[in-house]
């Protein structure tokens, strides 16, 4: 006969196991209780201390069906997790590790909840609020997280990550303000926009196809090109540069990277002095480009 083995059921995930100072053992006058069943014994000085809620919720007489042996028992709408993070962040003990992004945001909106203030987390979001995997994935969410929380460094950060939003949609502008509470957010955007824009005709412009030099001995057939071919390139320079610095961290690694273009054509291929300068300008150019990069506008300022 083989043996069976029992297999995990997704849809019948394990029990939450509650962890001290709110297990079934831990002293306690309270029970907070999950819609999962999960309870998490408290004491209701340390809840009413941090949230005006919790005190009115417990100032009310208890009905004998809400309790669970001597503990009165109050449910909640947060899972298991959300609750534990935020009772142990209200508890004087080890600070609680947030370790992704969609719990920080249900953190917030519990704290919003019970009226608990918000300044309390930007202590435990720090490391979260800068990790690249949640920067790339919701750059919108983590800058207006960190703007919520006021926490100016993590929102500096996050600004790097949203040159790619479309500030013309009205549900970006909209669901920017719903999550700061005001437009100051997006008007920091548009400032970052105004100056990069400004900013970027400097690093395209280092794309200059007439300083590009050859050897004393050969001339340029394409020096003189007409006006209206020489604005054609510099509109297609000027538009995958901007692309490339829309990275959160440009960098130029070659010519053809940066500009989309590898520079004027080499026409005397057989003369080596030729190529040597071209190679020469080349280097230049990457060489402007990395020190202009350093002063382009990356962040919202203040």
């Given at each position: ?14 029990p939450f196991?509650?962890?001290p ?35 009115d919720?417990?100032?009310?007489p ?62 435990f ?60 957010s ?5 400032d970052?926009?105004?100056?990069r ?43 995958f ?13 070659s010519?053809?990277q940066?500009?989309?273009?590898s520079?004027?054509?080499l026409?005397?291929?057989?003369c ?10 080349g ?20």
């Amino acid at each position: 006969m083989s043996e069976q083995h029992d297999t995990p059921n997704p849809s019948n995930p394990a029990p939450f196991v509650v962890k001290p100072p709110f297990h079934s053992d831990s002293p306690g006058d309270c029970i907070i209780q999950t819609p999962d069943g999960t309870q998490f014994v408290v004491y209701r000085v340390i809840l009413s201390l941090a949230s005006s809620v919790w005190n009115d919720m417990f100032s009310l007489p208890q009905s004998s069906e809400g309790f669970s042996g001597e503990h009165p028992v109050i449910p909640v709408e947060e899972d298991p997790e959300t609750m534990e993070t935020l009772l142990t962040m209200l508890y004087p003990m080890e600070p609680p590790r947030i370790e992704s992004y969609d719990l920080a945001i249900k953190l917030v909106q519990a704290c919003d909840k019970y009226f608990i203030n918000t300044s309390r987390l930007s202590t435990f979001l720090h490391d979260i609020l800068r990790a690249t995997e949640a920067l790339e994935k919701n750059p919108l969410g983590v800058y207006a997280l960190a703007w919520r929380l006021q926490m100016k460094e993590e929102v500096k950060i996050a600004s790097r990550y949203t040159h790619c939003l479309d500030l013309y949609d009205q549900g970006v502008v909209a669901e920017l303000v719903r999550r700061t509470g005001g437009l100051n957010s997006v008007m920091a955007l548009w400032d970052l926009r105004r100056r990069r824009e400004t900013a970027l005709d400097g690093i395209a412009s280092l794309m200059d196809f007439a300083q590009w030099t050859w050897c004393s001995g050969h001339s340029r057939s394409d020096r003189n090109e007409a006006p209206s071919k020489v604005v054609s390139k510099y509109v297609g320079v000027r538009s995958f540069v901007r692309t490339a610095l829309d990275q959160p961290y440009p960098a130029c690694k070659s010519v053809q990277q940066f500009f989309g273009h590898s520079g004027p054509a080499l026409y005397h291929d057989s003369c080596e002095d030729c190529k040597q300068a071209v190679d020469r300008k080349g280097r230049e150019i990457i060489t402007s480009v990395t020190e202009a990069i350093e002063k382009f506008p990356q962040t919202i300022e203040g």
